[in-house]
C-alpha cells in the first residue's frame, strides 16, 4: 500500500503538543497559533481537551471546567478550526489520572489510597490559590463510566477531532475497596501491603482493562478516530499496549535535573524507538521529547545541542517525532526552543519521502529483557558503529530472527524451550549466536551441551583484580590490543569446562590481591597464576552456523567502567562471527551513532553525532568519517547522496565495498544510496 492510499494517521507526522497552562488561556489566540505551529514545522497538533480539566464547555459531571475560558464563543472549536484550515490535524489530549478535589470530596471512592487509606494529593505544598489534585483509581469509576467514557462520547460527538491522546494513563500503586475486590477476584488471594509482593502482572492488567473499555467506546462512537498510547522501553507489555491503540508513543525524557551523576544514557531515545519498531505491521512509534531539562526546570529549554542530539535520535532510528513544549509559542519564555523545533522539523522534512515504509537493514539483533545487561550490550553497539535491532525473546520464536545474521541473548535471560530452539534452528540456519552468561541450572537439558559446555556449572564470587586474557584461538579477539594481552575484568564468572569440540578463545587470570591491598606494597603485586584453562570465551560450530559463549558479564563492564578495550571487544566479538564482513562500516567516533534502513528504491544510513561530555553544549563536528558498503552484484549502488548537506558523494570500488568520504559531521547526515 502506497502514501496515497493510506490514512492520514499512517503517513509521516510531526506533532507539536503546547501543553497548557490554564492561566494562559487567555494567550491563546486560535488563528495565530495555528499559523505559528505550521510555521514551526508541524503537520500536528496534541492539544489539551479533557479530564483534569475540560477546555470546553462540557456537561459531564464531575468534569471539572477550565475557569479561565473566556465567556463567549468556543474556544476548543475556534481551535480545532484554525488548525484544519492550515492543514494541521488535530488530536484530543485527555489526562484521566487525576481530578481537583472538590470532586473527591463528592466521590470519594473514584480515588487511590494508600495502604492506610489516605488518598495521594498532588502538588499540596504548591504556592498560590490552587485548589487541590488527587489522584484517581484506574480501576474506579472514575477513568471509566463515572467520567471518563461520558467525557469522551462527549468531545467525539461534539468536536472534529482527528485523534485521541491519553497522557498518564498507567496504573498508580492503589489499596482502595476497588482494588481490593478485583486483586482478590483475580488471584485468589488479599492485595498485598508492600509493592513488591504484588503480583507482576497485576499493574499490566489493570491498566489493559481500563484501557480496552475507553478503546472500545471510541471505536463504537466514532470508528475513523485513532488512539495514541504509551510504551514503556522498560515496564509495559508492548504487546498489551499495542492491542489497545492504532499508534503507540514514548517518553525517553533527557532530565538533565537530575543531575549529573544521574544524567539519563545518551542511548535512551534510540532504543526506545527501536524496541517500539519490534512490532510488525504497525506505524512508525512516536518519540516525545520535552524540550525543559526536567519537569522542575520545565520554563527553561534543554541547552541546544543537547536538545538537537536527543531529538535526531528519534527520526535516525525509525520513529516520528512529538515535540512537548511547555505553553504556546507566545508563552515560552525560552525562545531558543522554538529554533531547535523548527530547524528539526526542517531536517525531518528533507527524509520523511525516502524513510517512509523502510524496514530496517541491521544485521544483528539484540533481545531485549529491560535490565541493565541489554543496556550495556547496546552501548557497546552504539559506541562502536554497529547497527543493531532491539527485539523482544517471544519475538525470537516468530520466524523474525531469519533475517539476522547475529543474535545477542545478554545475561540473566528468561530461557524456555522456544527460545532455546529458535535460536538453535538459527544457528544451524548459518546464523551467529552470541550469549551471555549461563544458568547453574536449568530444565533445559539441550543448553549446556548447545553453548559447547559441560553439565556442571559453579558461579564464583564476586571477583576482583581479575583479567581477561586472550588464547590463541581467540587471537582476532586482539585486535587493536595486540599489545595488550590482558583485558581488566571484575564480577562473577561461571565456572564450567568446554566439550571436546569447543574452543576456548579466552581464559581468566585470578585476582593477584583482595581490595584491600592491590596498591601497596608493589613488591607484591605479581600475578599469582598467570594463565588457567577457565574459559572466559568458548566458541563452537552449530550447522552452519555459530553460538559463541561469554561465561563472565561484559555488558556489566561496560555499565559500570566504560573502558575502550571493553568496547573494543564488542567490535571484535561481532567482527569473528561475522567472518565475511558486515554490510556496513564506519569509521570509529566515540558517540557516534549509526543505524540503517532499507526500500526498494535502495539504502538509507543515518549518521548522529553525539560526541562531547554531555549534557552537550555544543554540536562539534565529525571530520574524516568513511562509510563503506557492501555491494550486491546483482542490485550495485552507484549513486550516493547526503541528504541533509544536499550533495552527491563520490563512490570509490574497494574490493567487494563502495567507499565514500563524507562531510564534517556537525550533528545527523543521512546517507541515501541507490
Not at 39 to 44: F, S
Given at each position: 500500500m502506497n502514501e496515497v492510499t493510506k490514512t492520514w494517521w499512517e503517513k509521516p507526522l510531526r506533532i507539536i503538543q503546547p501543553n497548557l497552562q490554564?492561566?494562559?488561556?487567555?494567550?491563546?489566540?486560535?488563528?495565530?497559533?495555528?499559523?505559528?505551529?505550521?510555521?514551526?514545522?508541524?503537520?500536528?497538533v496534541v492539544f489539551n481537551v479533557g479530564g483534569i480539566y475540560a477546555w470546553y464547555r462540557t456537561e459531564v459531571p464531575y468534569h471539572t471546567m477550565n475557569e479561565y475560558l473566556p465567556e463567549n464563543g468556543d474556544l476548543l472549536m475556534e481551535v480545532i478550526r484554525a488548525c484544519h484550515d492550515r492543514g494541521l490535524r488535530f488530536v484530543a489530549r485527555f489526562d484521566f489520572s487525576k481530578a481537583e478535589d472538590s470532586v473527591y470530596l463528592q466521590r470519594p471512592e473514584w480515588f487511590v489510597r494508600d495502604a492506610a487509606g489516605e488518598p495521594q494529593i498532588i502538588g499540596a505544598r504548591r504556592p498560590g490559590n490552587w485548589s487541590l489534585l488527587m489522584s484517581t483509581c484506574i480501576n474506579g469509576a472514575y477513568r471509566t463510566d463515572g467520567v471518563a467514557i461520558p467525557v469522551l462520547e462527549e468531545v467525539l460527538n461534539r468536536y472534529p477531532i482527528d485523534g485521541v491522546f491519553f497522557n498518564n494513563p498507567g496504573y498508580i500503586r492503589c489499596c482502595c475497596s476497588t482494588c481490593q475486590r478485583k486483586y482478590k477476584q483475580m488471584y485468589g488471594e488479599p492485595l498485598p501491603a508492600k509493592s513488591e509482593q504484588i503480583h507482576p502482572s497485576w499493574a499490566t492488567n489493570s491498566m489493559k482493562e481500563n484501557i480496552d473499555q475507553l478503546y472500545g467506546r471510541i471505536k463504537q462512537t466514532a470508528p475513523s478516530i485513532p488512539l495514541i498510547l504509551y510504551y514503556n522501553l522498560y515496564r509495559d507489555n508492548l504487546y498489551d499496549r499495542a492491542a489497545t491503540a492504532d499508534m503507540l508513543c514514548t517518553e525517553p525524557q533527557d532530565v538533565l535535573s537530575l543531575g549529573h551523576h544521574n544524567i539519563p544514557e545518551f542511548w535512551k531515545p534510540a532504543l526506545s524507538i527501536k524496541l517500539g519498531r519490534s512490532l510488525p505491521d504497525r506505524t512508525a512509534p512516536f518519540g516525545i521529547v520535552h524540550s525543559s531539562p526536567g519537569m522542575d526546570w520545565r520554563h527553561t529549554g534543554l541547552p541546544p545541542a543537547e536538545y538537537r542530539f536527543w531529538l535526531c535520535q528519534i527520526p535516525a532510528n525509525g520513529g516520528m517525532i512529538w515535540h512537548s513544549l511547555t505553553g504556546v509559542p507566545d508563552t515560552i519564555e525560552d525562545k531558543r526552543v522554538l529554533q531547535v523545533v523548527q530547524e528539526h522539523n526542517e531536517m525531518v522534512k528533507r527524509i520523511e519521502p525516502y524513510m517512509f515504509e523502510t524496514v530496517s537493514s541491521s544485521e544483528a539483533a539484540l533481545l531485549w529483557n529491560a535490565e541493565a545487561t541489554a543496556e550495556g550490550w547496546a552501548d557497546g553497539f552504539l559506541e562502536r558503529q554497529v547497527p543493531f535491532d532491539v527485539i523482544l525473546p517471544e519475538q525470537a520464536e516468530d520466524g523474525r530472527l531469519a533475517r539476522y545474521k547475529l543474535v545477542v541473548v545478554p545475561g540473566g535471560i528468561e530461557w524456555t524451550p522456544g527460545l532455546l530452539q529458535a535460536l538453535q534452528q538459527f544457528a544451524k540456519s548459518g546464523g551467529s549466536v552470541l550469549v551471555e552468561g549461563i544458568p547453574e541450572q536449568t530444565e533445559l537439558a539441550q543448553l549446556h551441551?548447545?553453548?559447547?559446555?559441560?553439565?556442571?556449572?559453579?558461579?564464583?564470587?564476586?571477583?576482583?583484580?581479575?583479567?581477561l586474557r586472550f588464547e590463541q584461538a581467540g587471537e582476532p579477539l586482539r585486535a587493536g590490543m595486540e599489545l595488550a594481552p590482558l583485558i581488566a575484568h571484575r564480577g562473577r564468572v561461571a565456572y564450567c569446562r568446554p566439550l571436546a569440540?569447543?574452543?576456548?578463545?579466552?581464559?581468566?587470570?585470578?585476582?593477584?590481591?583482595?581490595?584491600?591491598?592491590v596498591g601497596a606494597p608493589p613488591e607484591r603485586a605479581s600475578l599469582a597464576v598467570r594463565r588457567t584453562d577457565l574459559p572466559l570465551i568458548v566458541s563452537r560450530a552449530c550447522g552452519q552456523g555459530r553460538v559463541l559463549l561469554l561465561t563472565f558479564s561484559l555488558s556489566s563492564l561496560i555499565n559500570e567502567f566504560r573502558l575502550g578495550e571493553h568496547y573494543l571487544l564488542v567490535h571484535n566479538l561481532v567482527r569473528y562471527l561475522q567472518p565475511e564482513g558486515p554490510a556496513i562500516e564506519v569509521s570509529h567516533s566515540p558517540g557516534l551513532q549509526v543505524s540503517s534502513f532499507r526500500k526498494e528504491s535502495g539504502l538509507l544510513i543515518h549518521l548522529v553525532n553525539g560526541s562531547g561530555r554531555r549534557p552537550l553544549t555544543a554540536n562539534v563536528p565529525l571530520h574524516g568519517l568513511v562509510v563503506k558498503v557492501k555491494q550486491d552484484p546483482r542490485k550495485p549502488f552507484v549513486k550516493a547522496t547526503a541528504l541533509q548537506a544536499g550533495q552527491e558523494l563520490q563512490i570509490v570500488q574497494e574490493g567487494g565495498y563502495i567507499k565514500m568520504h563524507l562531510p564534517p559531521l556537525s550533528l545527523w547526515e543521512t546517507l541515501r544510496l541507490t
Open positions: 490554564v492561566k494562559d488561556t487567555s494567550h491563546i489566540q486560535p488563528g495565530r497559533l495555528a499559523d505559528q505551529l505550521a510555521e514551526l514545522g508541524a503537520n500536528t551441551a548447545w553453548l559447547g559446555v559441560e553439565e556442571h556449572v559453579s558461579v564464583s564470587e564476586e571477583l576482583i583484580a581479575s583479567y569440540d569447543t574452543e576456548v578463545l579466552a581464559t581468566l587470570v585470578p585476582p593477584f590481591s583482595p581490595l584491600e591491598s
